[in-house]
C-alpha cells in the first residue's frame, strides 16, 4: 500500500521518483496520520533533462514475489545515446538514493 509520485522536472530535470508509504490497514489506504521525511524514499535521475521519472510501475519481473519498482527516463544519457533507459530497483527502504543505485536496466 504504497503511493509513488514522480517529479521529471526535479533539481533542473534531472527528475524523481519518490515512494510514499501507506497504511496496511484494511478497508483504506490512509491512516490519517502524517508521513514523516525519513519515511520516504526518494529515487533521484542522473542527467540533466533525462526525464527520470517519466513513468513508474511496480511489477514482480524477478518471479520472486516482491514488486521491483521499475522506472523510466526517455531522454537518458548516462547508459544510451538518448534512447532512453528504464531502470530496475530492488530492495530499497527509506532514505535517498540515485539511478546509479539500480538493481539492472532494460
Known amino acids: 500500500h504504497e503511493l509513488g509520485v514522480t ?3 526535479f ?4 527528475g524523481a521518483v519518490y515512494i510514499v508509504p501507506g497504511s496496511s490497514r484494511s478497508g483504506g489506504a490512509s491512516s490519517h496520520e502524517p508521513v514523516t521525511k525519513a ?3 526518494r529515487v533521484r535521475g542522473l ?10 510501475a511496480a511489477i514482480d519481473v524477478q518471479g520472486d514475489g516482491e514488486a521491483e519498482l ?9 547508459y544510451s545515446n538518448r ?3 528504464i531502470y530496475v530497483f530492488t ?10 543505485d539500480y538493481s539492472g536496466l532494460l
Not at 542527467?47 to 513508474?56: K, N
Not at 530492495?91 to 546509479?100: H, M, R, V, W
Open 7 to 9: 517529479s521529471i522536472a
Open 11 to 14: 533539481d533542473g530535470d534531472d
Open 39 to 41: 519515511a520516504v524514499t
Open 47 to 56: 542527467d540533466d533533462e533525462g526525464q527520470f521519472g517519466v513513468s513508474v
Open 70 to 78: 521499475l522506472v523510466a527516463a526517455t531522454q537518458e544519457l548516462e
Open 83 to 85: 534512447g532512453g533507459a
Open 91 to 100: 530492495g530499497l527502504s527509506a532514505g535517498q538514493y540515485e539511478a546509479s
